[in-house]
């Protein structure tokens, strides 16, 4: 059985940092693609940053390049989402997922695509 168990979230004021982890059970990180999606109040789900299971391959939206950094522990079987210089736009609940098209990542569409989902971690950036 496929489990995904995010955490690290938490209250940030704008310019700090946070580190999500995101634990899998049930498969291999080298089974599927695996990211991160986040949904803000009355927002689409939308795609942050994901890696490619094939080749390593990162993908990031535009919004959390630069300051967004994705990496996985296959000995640990978890994933990461290291979140610096935090914005109160980045403000969500965030949510790890796996088996899904990378490079389709920042299509508007892309959480359609999810085969398998994280409970969600709220993620609150404000002074």
């Known amino acids: 059985q496929v489990q995904l168990v995010e955490s690290g979230g938490g209250l940030v004021q704008p310019g700090g940092s946070l580190r999500l982890s995101c634990a899998a059970s049930?498969?291999?990180?080298?089974?599927?693609?695996i990211g991160w999606f986040r949904q803000a109040p009355g927002e689409e789900r939308e795609g942050v940053s994901c890696i490619s299971n094939r080749d390593g391959s990162t993908y990031y939206a535009e919004s959390v390049k630069g300051r967004f950094t994705i990496s996985r522990d296959n000995a640990k079987n978890t994933l990461y989402l290291q979140m610096d210089n935090l914005k109160p736009e980045d403000t969500a609940v965030y949510y790890c997922a796996a088996d899904f098209p990378p490079h389709l990542l920042i299509r508007p569409w892309a959480s359609t695509l999810v085969t398998y989902w994280g409970q969600g971690t709220q993620v609150t950036v404000s002074s």
């Open positions: 049930g498969f291999t990180l080298d089974d599927y693609p």
